[in-house]
């Protein structure tokens, strides 16, 4: 077995997955999560993130995901527990405010709806952390220190400033909450660092901002009295998304570039144009795979009921068993086509970006892998040594 | 069984060699490391003394070049579950979530998996019970918000809200929800014709001086008429109820009238209304309204009447019936037992419209002194011609 796949003094990463285990363990928790009612979701997740985690081998050793359903599931409720506490103590205590304040409730319920800006921040910081608090490589943990109070602060503050500069410093905030998280990010004893400037990240924004702009005109000209600039936002629409992945898969590379650990260094050079084309065609195939189950169900149903297919349910109901057996056929073409495009986005999309990504890392100056040891195992979620984050940022 | 007895015995054949990737677990750096089998035999008469915390079983020895060898029973040896790869070799750890790993090559997995049984057993730790705690202390406090401290913390808004403030929001709300139930206009229109609302008062003030029932009203109560169909008779912050015109012309007499709005005076003094229009169910209803008013075309008068016609808690609608019940009663007002309560209410024929029973008492109010009936004949005209004036649309009795 090859210790090192070397590349230029660099170790290189591979990618190496069967997508016919991959679909078949997307269809059996799609179907098995049906069957009890969302409940093998959490275990197919486990399965799910498994593959991909350990498809993934930088310097050729794969990562492996040590997570386990119920604390997913665990981790699921207490989600779920945050947004109780925000529907049933904090909207009605913003809005008692905002009544006492300015004698409307309308305030407050905006106000009570911005709030789940920090807590979605919230709530992404931790998901992160659990999950590379449950991956390893050669032997070690990852593992996230505690920051998310910190890290939404600076969500709802970066996205104040953005709004207020009309948008020109969204690239400010990618960095800076990329530089947050990355900072609290450990391997073993080393921790990651997050070096460059946010502003190499403009460049790559300049075509989301000018389609933004195009997009946003488009839409005030379509709704003040002139419908044909409407059509433009097709065109437009397009390219904002289009600028939108390149900005992001750029931005990635670019800062995964840019990140440090113990004296290790990261290449990362992934191609927006793949990434466009894997997600262009994989979606698209997706969408073709998950329209097949319901033009077969149509044809069943018109030759059963050949009429105006609109009135379908009420006219199938009245036809009697044969009706409601089409009705049924019905039904589970609905579930299939949602299945097979869950599936196809898993295989077709999911999986070729993630490994286009891993062939684009190659790990540089291995050699400081030799100063990294293992923290020291309390057992529990986050090591007792990370509480204290001890970052100078 | 009979692989390891071959493998044991067949010592003529060359021994079993392999060679892996050790990682320890405290180092991110790969070891090259030999492998082979020890069996029980050997290992009783090998170097005893080494051996002893690692068991005298089958094993899988690991020599590594700088250190004692490692001894991992073949009983305990796990392969990583759930890999991506189709066949490229195993990783091997041992049970119980040791963070050491072995990594084979493809061409010495056939070898291991037939001496190790129990590659495919659980390999990760469980760890339910922590998680376990997990869900259960999740739950409770999703329990305890829901339960008792979103109500309580929403039923103290309500109540510390100050009477003016009230007013000026039930206002508000009477004022939206004409808005939202006739999007294309103004809003609905009030019926205010001058008889009828005397009427309307007559019914409300001796309903309203009948507060030594078991709940109060504090609010001077203020009702209105809304120039609508539906059967729906709606509570407000600050003591205002709207009836819709629906509800008048449903009711038999002017004692069905005073039963619907004893009932939703029974939701006030309750404070029910308030605590609704700052709660959850406040907020979501209002997401409604807008999306409705957003999406404007089909479907959207449906979801408005659905907000508009939501019911109160299930608790909070037995508490303003139980409050309505004795109101009714402390007024002297007697319902006519011809339209049933009970159960005659479903059999009825000429029964009240299932919209309306939602806000009549189920049982009787206790027959009490009997004032005499509630309104004149020419009252009860007057009060179904309330909404007369307005039109054309308002104009069916």
């Not at chain 1, 065609?281 to 050949?306: E, K």
């Not at chain 1, 009135?311 to 057996?325: I, Q, S």
């Not at chain 2, 049970?95 to 084979?104: K, T, V």
């Not at chain 2, 029910?272 to 957003?294: H, Y």
């Amino acid at each position: 077995m090859t210790i090192v796949a070397d590349c230029g003094g660099g170790l290189a990463t591979t990618y190496l997955g069967s997508r016919r285990r991959l679909a078949a363990i997307a269809l059996a928790t799609g179907c098995l999560s049906i069957l009890t009612l969302g409940l093998y979701l959490f275990v197919g997740t486990v399965r799910l993130r498994r593959w991909h985690w350990s498809a993934m081998r930088p310097g050729g050793q794969p990562l492996e995901y040590t997570g386990n359903p119920l604390d997913l599931f665990a981790s699921a409720i207490a989600a779920v527990a945050v947004l109780v506490f925000w529907l049933v103590i904090l909207v009605p205590s913003v809005t008692t405010a905002s009544i006492v304040l300015s004698g409307h409730r309308a305030p407050g319920w905006v106000i009570g709806g911005a709030a789940l800006l920090p807590l979605w921040y919230w709530v992404r910081y931790r998901a992160r952390a659990g999950r590379l608090a449950q991956t390893r490589w050669r032997g070690l943990r990852f593992g996230v220190v505690q920051g998310e109070v910190g890290y939404a602060l600076r969500a709802v503050w970066h996205w104040f400033v953005t709004i207020l500069s009309l948008g020109v410093l969204w690239p400010r905030m990618t960095f800076a909450l990329e530089k947050y998280r990355t900072d609290r990010t450990f391997f073993g004893t080393a921790r990651f660092e997050q070096g460059g400037r946010w502003r190499v990240l403009w460049s790559g924004f300049v075509p989301v901002y000018l389609t933004g702009i195009g997009c946003a005109a488009a839409l005030v000209a379509g709704l003040s009295g002139a419908p044909a600039a409407l059509w433009l936002l097709i065109p437009l629409g397009g390219a904002l998304v289009g600028a939108a992945v390149a900005y992001r898969v750029r931005s990635l590379g670019i800062m995964a570039s840019e990140k440090r650990l113990a004296g290790l260094r990261l290449s990362v050079r992934p191609s927006p144009a793949r990434v466009g084309r894997i997600i262009g065609f994989g979606g698209l195939s997706a969408v073709i795979l998950g329209l097949l189950p319901a033009v077969g169900a149509g044809i069943v149903a018109l030759s059963v009921w050949p009429g105006d297919l609109s009135v379908v349910p009420d006219a199938l109901m009245a036809l009697g068993p044969p009706g409601w057996a089409v009705l049924v056929v019905l039904a589970a073409a609905q579930v299939a086509m949602l299945l097979l495009a869950v599936v196809a986005w898993q295989t077709l999309v999911t999986a070729p970006v993630q490994r286009h990504y891993a062939e684009s890392v190659t790990l540089y100056g291995a050699s400081a892998l030799h100063d990294i040891r293992a923290r020291p195992s309390t057992g529990e979620h986050r090591p007792a040594a990370m509480r204290e984050p001890g970052v100078a940022s | 069984m009979t692989l390891r007895t071959v493998i044991s015995v067949g010592l003529n054949v060359a021994p079993y060699q392999g060679r892996a990737d050790y990682f320890d677990g405290l180092t991110p750096v790969p070891e090259p490391v030999s492998l082979s089998f020890a069996d029980e035999s050997s290992a009783k008469g090998h170097d005893r003394g080494q051996d002893t915390h690692h068991g005298t079983g089958p094993a899988l020895v690991i020599a590594r070049r700088g250190g004692e060898p490692l001894r991992w029973p073949l009983g305990s040896l796990r392969a990583l579950p759930g890999r991506a790869g189709a066949d490229d070799g195993l990783i091997l750890g041992v049970a119980g979530g040791g963070a050491a790993r072995l990594m084979l090559d493809s061409a010495d997995t056939a070898l291991i998996r037939a001496r190790a049984h129990r590659l495919d057993h659980r390999f990760h730790p469980s760890r339910w019970r922590r998680a376990t705690a997990r869900i259960l202390g999740a739950v409770l406090c999703i329990g305890v918000m829901i339960g008792v401290l979103g109500p309580a913390v929403t039923g103290g808004l309500a109540r510390g809200l100050p009477t003016d403030v009230r007013s000026a929001l039930g206002d508000q709300m009477q004022d939206r929800i004409r808005r939202a139930l006739d999007p294309a206009g103004d809003g609905v229109p009030l019926c205010t014709a001058p008889e009828g609302m005397a009427a309307l008062r007559k019914i409300a003030a001796r309903l309203g001086a009948a507060t030594a029932g078991p709940g109060s009203v504090p609010e001077s109560i203020r009702v209105s008429v809304l120039d609508h169909p539906e059967i729906i008779a709606l509570s407000l912050p600050g003591g205002r109820v709207v009836l819709f015109r629906g509800v008048i012309q449903a009711a038999a007499s002017a004692e069905e009238v005073a039963a619907v709005l004893a009932h939703a005076l029974g939701h006030i003094s309750g404070a029910d209304p308030t605590r609704r229009a700052l709660g959850p169910a406040g907020f979501v209803g209002g997401l409604g309204l807008n999306l409705a008013d957003a999406a404007g075309g089909r479907g959207a008068p449906a979801v408005v009447t659905r907000v508009v016609a939501a019911r109160h808690a299930p608790w909070a609608e037995a508490a303003a019936r139980a409050d309505a019940v004795a109101r009714l009663a402390a007024a002297g007002v007697a319902l006519e037992s011809g339209r049933g309560f009970v159960d005659g209410l479903a059999r009825a024929e000429d029964g009240p419209a299932p919209a309306l029973r939602h806000y009549l008492p189920t049982t009787p109010p206790p027959s009490g002194t009997a004032p005499g009936p509630l309104l004149s004949g020419s009252e009860w005209a007057a009060l179904r011609a309330t909404c007369t004036g307005n039109g054309p649309d308002g104009s069916g009795a």
